[in-house]
């Protein structure tokens, strides 16, 4: 038997986002977003103002160290980087008519930096960064106004980088709003008072301000290539019983709904009778109708853990998960942040994804949040280093899957691990969490140099890229 391998010009990178590792929080005009008031990310509700511990506001400094971590994603022979343009920086409220021109020459300056190494950006418009006055005055994705906020944006965006930047993902893991309305909805009113039917609206606003920046952006250049961006989490029955497979076939359609409608432009039968049986009676214009027949061109999505589900609660024990938790496998093991780890759940996510949708997929999130140590190590530059052979393994195990999924004739465009260089963690707004093949001199506590040390992995992930993965 041959070893299956990945095809020529497959697109190997790292993904980033703005809030959790540009810092400069108010510099060049930046207004506020939602992050600079989320210090303990979503494990405790916002903060009134900013407060000193929120490690968000400095981040790793990218806004100023951009060209020197860019050089270091080069030597690791990245053909693409995936970051999000944080939308406060170029609208620092969000609802002016007129873009922060030092916010929009900041990322022509990261673009050059990439040009310069002949990597190929993949931006995301909308990473949980609604700018704060969005989330505070319309309650975010709840108003319909937001969609035009949005579609000035965007506009701006396409029209400015359009020409430079050909992968563009509308909203960072859109189905997150169903588990956590302000960091994926800008949405203020507190989760437990916010209404099914608020949620459900905002999602349709969502879901309509995605097709249109899709739109938008074929208008303004056809060859651009827009992306859906979902967070995967297949959810397997904990028994064979037909009762714990439907409670699993539920979760899964509350996650493909967004899947669906970005692919299909319309909104699936199961989903609305879910709309019925809460009571929710959605607003949809005709021309929302339209908008939505405006279908992306790949689909994208993040994968890190399954999780299992069954009909009797009394069976399975709650474990963790990214944004959403589910039932704990017993077959697994699990990361220090009890994140169940599957790689084989990667494989089945690539197939089932491409069967249902038959759109080119990428993989834009994936990697082992991690507590490292830094050691002193003579012959590493810097004369430190990670010895980070768990994350060796986690990411081997997870490519070696993918490379099955593509031998099984998925069509995927690339693969981009979380949080190549150490940044804020999106759960905790941890430093300690870390994902990186680059190591960041910065502590939880906010002290530190921000230096930056290669990791062992850092020299793993080189060769799987020069090899194109056979050295998997
Ligand atoms: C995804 C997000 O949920 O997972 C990222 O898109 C996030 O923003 C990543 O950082 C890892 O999660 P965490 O909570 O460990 O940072």
Redesign the pocket.
């Known amino acids: 038997m041959t070893t299956p391998t990945f095809p020529e010009g497959f697109l190997w990178g790292g993904a980033t986002?703005a809030n959790?590792f540009e810092g400069a929080y108010l510099t060049d005009g930046k207004g506020l977003s939602i992050q600079d008031l989320m210090p303990k990310?979503i494990t405790a509700p916002p903060t009134q103002e900013p407060t000193p511990d929120n490690l968000k506001h400095e981040g790793i400094d990218f806004y100023h160290r951009y060209a020197e971590d860019i050089a270091l994603f080069a030597e690791m022979g990245w053909g693409v980087f995936r970051f999000s343009i944080a939308w406060s920086r170029i609208f620092p409220n969000g609802d002016e008519e007129i873009p922060n021109e030092e916010g929009l020459a900041f990322y022509d300056r990261v673009l050059d930096e990439c040009e310069k190494h002949g990597i190929a950006p993949l931006v995301t418009i909308s990473?949980?960064e609604t700018p704060l006055h969005l989330a505070r005055e319309y309650d975010g994705w709840t108003d319909r106004r937001m969609i035009g906020f949005f579609e000035r944006y965007a506009r701006v965006l396409f029209e400015r980088y359009g020409h430079r930047v050909k992968y563009w993902l509308t909203f960072?893991?859109i189905n997150?709003v169903l588990h956590a309305p302000l960091m994926a909805g800008g949405i203020w009113t507190p989760k437990e008072e916010l209404s099914k039917q608020d949620l459900y609206q905002a999602i349709h606003h969502e879901l309509v301000a995605s097709a249109s920046a899709t739109r938008i952006a074929h208008e303004i250049d056809p060859d651009i290539m827009v992306g859906c961006m979902i967070?995967a989490m297949p959810t397997y029955p904990l028994t064979p019983d037909p009762q714990d497979v439907l409670v699993a076939r539920a979760i899964e359609h509350s996650n493909y709904t967004f899947g669906d409608v970005h692919c299909r432009g319309e909104y699936p039968g199961y989903f609305l009778r879910t709309l019925r049986e809460q009571g929710v009676e959605l607003e949809i214009t005709e021309e929302d109708r339209e908008t939505l027949t405006h279908t992306v061109d790949f689909v994208s999505f993040?994968y890190?853990v399954s999780i299992c589900a069954t009909a009797d609660p009394s069976k399975g024990e709650i474990g963790q998960g990214?944004?959403f938790a589910g039932v704990r496998n017993p077959t697994l093991k699990e990361s220090e942040?009890g994140?169940q780890i599957d790689p084989v759940g990667l494989r089945i996510v690539l197939n089932d994804y491409w069967e249902r949708w038959g759109k080119p997929l990428f993989i834009v999130?994936n990697?082992l949040?991690a507590k490292d140590e830094l050691v002193d190590d003579a012959g590493a530059d810097g004369g430190k280093t990670v010895h980070d052979d768990y994350r060796i393994a986690y990411l081997n195990d997870h490519l070696v899957q993918v490379r099955e999924a593509i031998a099984d004739g998925v069509n995927l465009l690339g693969y981009t691990s979380?949080?190549p260089i150490d940044?804020?963690?999106?759960?905790?707004a941890q430093m300690s969490?870390r994902?990186g093949f680059i190591y960041v001199d910065r502590h939880d506590d906010g002290s530190g140099t921000l230096d930056r040390y290669k990791k062992k992995s850092f020299a793993w992930y080189k060769n799987v890229i020069a090899t194109n993965g056979a050295s998997l």
């Open positions: 986002a959790q990310g990473h949980y960072n893991e997150a967070i993040s890190y990214n944004i942040w994140w999130e990697g949040g979380w949080g940044l804020v963690s999106a759960s905790t969490k994902y």
